[in-house]
């Protein structure tokens, strides 16, 4: 299936995507090697090389792309459990940022959604979640220091403010817009 993806990406992009992809076919690349090439990109960078391979009915090359993502993110579950296991958590876990710490989690399939009856860990994957859970944790504390708040709860009660107050703009909003018995008033 085609699509004219310049029109989602933009020219420069798909430009860019195709330039990889004529560079994957034609060296005929594997996905190891595909690897090695995407495995300092972000996530979004190398998802749309994927769509774009796919989008211009590049299956083969998408295949290859799949493949080589599955490839980077199963070297970075080993060198984190590596990690661990020498007492290098806190180094390998400072090269990133709190996002990509609860994408390490999603991938690992250890990251806890708190819904009940969800089946429980083991103990070595709970000993994974917690490493990483205390990082992110330390990451947020000094966001919220850099920020000039003195704690988390303070800058928790300043959010939680600013979201009422959110609401109660959209809420003003929507009886300007609606009238004052909202959305229904609109149909009379």
């Known amino acids: ?7 989602i990406f933009g020219d420069e992009i798909a430009s860019q995507n195709k330039e990889m992809i004529d560079i994957i076919k034609n060296s005929n690349m594997t996905p190891e090697q595909i690897a090695r090439i995407l495995k300092n990109t972000s996530k979004i960078e190398k998802a749309r ?3 774009y391979a796919l989008s211009i009915g590049a299956e083969d090359i998408g295949d290859k792309i799949e493949k080589a993502i599955n490839i980077i993110r199963e070297r970075k579950i080993e060198a984190f459990k590596k990690a661990v296991a020498e007492g290098r958590e806190r180094e390998f876990l400072s090269t990133m940022n709190w996002e990509e710490k609860i994408t390490l989690e999603v991938e ?7 819904i009940p009856g969800e ?3 083991s103990e070595e994957n709970q000993r994974y979640l917690d490493i990483i859970e205390q990082s992110i944790k330390e990451d947020i504390e000094q966001e919220v220091l850099s920020q000039g708040f003195s704690s988390v709860e303070e800058w928790q009660e300043h959010n939680e403010k600013a979201f009422e107050n959110f609401e109660d703009v959209e809420e003003f909003e929507e009886e300007e817009e609606f009238g004052e018995f909202g959305e229904h008033s609109r149909r009379r």
Do not use: A, D, F
């Not at 299936?1 to 029109?7: A, G, H, L, R, T």
């Not at 690992?108 to 708190?114: A, N, T, V």
């Open 108 to 114: 690992m399939k250890i990251s806890r959604l708190g």
């Open 1 to 7: 299936m085609k699509y004219n993806i310049e029109s």
């Open 49 to 51: 090389l994927l769509v």
């Open 119 to 121: 089946k429980p860990l």
